[in-house]
């Protein structure tokens, strides 16, 4: 399976997903790490994603080719990250035939109702350990 981890700005959440993402299924799947920057690829790759890229067209010609694409919200909204993901990108994501599983967290004016706050490494091992897992099993 080829799991897209998309992320911007310093790439933390990425790197934090994709850490625990070896942690759980070691080699068993290629992880793709796709930064809207090249800082945020650079510590995707640091978390051990197999292959990264950065920046629009790496993403915009990547995204239709994953299996599944993990991420926060953010990427699927049109100039969030402080504008680093474009309309074109945003687009692309929300377009791809692979199934999204996106953490609920957001620096943009936007809110999700009825969702209790959960600290970071929570969500990602919710993302990880439960949702991946689920959809891996359906695949």
Same mark, same amino acid.
């Given at each position: 399976?080829?799991?897209?981890?998309?992320?911007?700005?310093?790439?933390?959440?990425?790197?934090?997903?994709? *850490?625990? =993402? !070896? #942690?759980?299924?070691?080699?068993?799947?290629?992880?793709?790490?796709?930064? %809207?920057? $090249?800082?945020? %690829? @650079?510590?995707?790759? *640091? $978390?051990? $994603?197999?292959?990264?890229? +950065?920046? #629009?067209?790496?993403?915009?010609? %990547?995204? &239709?080719?994953?299996?599944?694409?993990?991420?926060?919200? +953010?990427?699927?909204? @049109?100039? +969030?990250?402080?504008? #680093?993901?474009?309309?074109?990108?945003?687009?692309?994501? $929300? +377009?791809?035939?692979? &199934? !999204?599983?996106?953490? &609920?967290?957001?620096?943009?004016?936007?809110?999700?109702?009825?969702?209790?706050?959960? &600290? =970071?490494?929570? =969500?990602? #091992?919710?993302?990880?350990?439960?949702? =991946? *897992?689920?959809?891996? !099993?359906?695949?």
């Amino acid at each position: 399976m080829r799991i897209g981890v998309i992320d911007g700005q310093g790439g933390g959440i990425g790197a934090a997903i994709i *850490k625990r =993402l !070896k #942690e759980v299924y070691q080699e068993d799947h290629e992880v793709i790490a796709l930064g %809207t920057n $090249a800082v945020a %690829t @650079a510590q995707m790759l *640091k $978390a051990r $994603a197999n292959r990264g890229a +950065s920046g #629009e067209n790496a993403i915009v010609r %990547t995204v &239709p080719t994953l299996d599944v694409i993990l991420g926060c919200l +953010s990427i699927v909204l @049109a100039n +969030s990250m402080m504008g #680093e993901v474009t309309p074109r990108m945003a687009e692309a994501i $929300a +377009s791809a035939p692979a &199934p !999204k599983i996106l953490l &609920p967290l957001t620096q943009e004016r936007v809110e999700i109702v009825g969702l209790a706050p959960e &600290p =970071l490494p929570h =969500l990602v #091992e919710k993302i990880v350990s439960q949702r =991946l *897992k689920e959809l891996i !099993k359906h695949v």
